[in-house]
């Protein structure tokens, strides 16, 4: 996980809390509980639900988002563990979530098992919260690049794109650079998930989907307009 080692450091100032995010976890998640946070990152949404009364479990598989999250929030149950060590957790849970196209990281298989596992910690109506990038628009492209991120008032860019989308294994380059410098380059493997594979396999395992979004703010999925696929789904 160098990749995100790597960039540790400036993850905070690129992906900041965003408020309508929040919003959405806490109207979602159940008031009281344990909540398991999926790549939970530097840790700022646990600790958001930790102010209202929940009881998150943040895991995330890189060591350095862990060791800086850790410190920020000593007091928050933060592990290294990814999605694929979920079934060696304590249950139950009463809720979780996983943002960010973390899901992406993990190919099918892996990802089946994920759901199985999680499936087998959650309690009955348990919500369970998934983001990932829109690949049903994404993989009719043969590459997409995203809105560049200015950090610092513009001093500092960060740029993301999809060289080559395929269905098989997409990769995804970044470059956080000053002027013509770059302080960070890497790029990883994603695995896109179309809309119908995702409720299939949540189907399958025992998750009912609810309801759907295209952004945090309540706005309707289309599968034809780039955007976030959101979707939550209750544990049968």
Not at 45 to 52: K, N, P, V
Not at 61 to 79: E, G, Q
């Amino acid at each position: 996980m160098s990749f995100y080692s790597d960039f540790a450091e400036y993850y905070d100032r690129v992906f900041p809390v965003e408020d309508a995010v929040d919003a959405f976890l806490q109207e979602r998640m159940p008031e009281r509980g344990r909540v398991l946070d999926v790549g939970c990152g530097t840790g700022d949404y646990c600790a958001r639900l930790a102010a209202t009364g929940r009881t998150p479990v943040g895991i995330d598989p890189d060591p350095a988002m862990i060791a800086r999250a850790s410190r920020r929030y000593p007091d928050i149950d933060l592990r290294v563990a990814g999605m694929g060590d979920v079934g060696d957790l304590e249950g139950p849970i009463a809720g979780a979530f996983c943002i960010g196209n973390v899901a992406s990281h993990v190919d099918r298989a892996a990802f089946e098992r994920f759901v199985a596992a999680l499936a087998g910690l959650a309690e009955p109506g348990a919500p369970w919260v998934l983001q990932f990038v829109n690949w049903d628009y994404l993989l009719t492209r043969s590459s997409y690049r995203f809105p560049d991120v200015e950090i610092d008032g513009g001093a500092v860019i960060f740029e993301r794109r999809y060289p080559a989308i395929a269905a098989e294994g997409t990769e995804f380059a970044t470059r956080l650079r000053r002027g013509d410098e770059a302080l960070f380059e890497g790029s990883v493997t994603l695995h896109p998930m179309t809309f119908e594979d995702c409720v299939t396999i949540h189907d399958e395992r025992g998750f009912a989907l609810v309801e759907s979004f295209g952004n945090f703010r309540g706005s309707e999925f289309e599968p034809g307009v780039m955007s976030s696929s959101i979707h939550v789904f209750g544990r049968v």
